[in-house]
């Protein structure tokens, strides 16, 4: 129930649809002589918002925090037993249809987890991402990916397919089932910077100790932070995606799927030298 109500009500909620919503409330209001004047002024006010959202960095100042939450994968020598990709970087519908892989504009997580696969040749790697949507089951992501890395030769049986999960909460608990991590294991979570502390609280919580590798930054930090967008569209794409992961994490934090309202590093995670 938890993942049709958040589906759904995030459809509304996302700041790019609601924007949209409120210029057409106010023209259809416009539509009626009384509220001629009201309509016209609501859809000027949510026009301007939209562009004043979509080119000021306001999206950059929401998505920084979660993205320098946790610091880049420092080696400190010891090994790695296995890596974990989460989905989202893969269009599997698409992939399906055209015979190939299809990538999405988080293909940087797929791209890293090739390189960690080199890096660590005897670690095992687990791709946790089902299908699911809100109107029925879509493709699976994880054989997709899986699929790709058998293409281009990375030995399968260090591949591990976790196919049920629909939510960051679900990656955590099904991956915890297939991996069954030993204690004194290292295991690697890779994901987007921004989804970091979201999923570094689920797997917390899963009991699935992991060290983060966060990857597919979306803003360079620093002075660059104060840039305008040079599209609306990008703008208003990189907002709906730092809100809705504000959202994700306070209604985990609500519903018990985490522990922490904004998960972060433990002492544990320090130190090393500089892998990226």
Known sequence: MFYYVSKIAWFFATPSNLLISLILLGLALACFRRLRTFGIG??????????????????????????????????????????????????????????????????????????????????RILISGGGGTVFGDGAAEAPVIAGYFKSIGIDPARILVEDRSRTTAENATFSRELAKP???????????????????????????????????????????????????????????????????????????????LFPGPQASQAGGIASR
């Open 42 to 123: 609501v859809s000027l006010v949510f026009t301007l918002a939209t562009i004043a959202l979509g080119l000021l960095p306001l999206a950059s100042y929401i998505l920084l925090p979660l993205e320098e939450r946790f610091p880049p994968f420092r080696d400190d020598g010891k090994p790695v037993d296995g890596i974990i990709l989460l989905g989202g970087s893969v269009e599997a519908s698409d992939s399906a249809a055209r015979g190939r892989l299809v990538a999405n504009e988080s293909a940087e997580r797929v791209l890293d987890t090739i390189q960690l696969a080199h890096r660590y040749p005897t670690a």
């Open 182 to 260: 030993r204690e004194g294991e290292r295991w690697l979570l890779v994901t987007s910077a921004w989804h970091m502390p979201r999923a570094v609280g689920v797997f917390r919580k899963a009991e699935f100790t992991t060290a983060p590798y966060p990857v597919d930054f979306r803003t360079a930090g620093g002075s660059r932070t104060h840039r305008p967008f040079a599209f609306i569209s990008e703008g208003l794409r990189r907002l709906d995606i730092g809100t809705k992961e504000w959202a994700g994490l306070i209604g985990y934090r609500l519903t018990g799927r985490t522990s922490e």
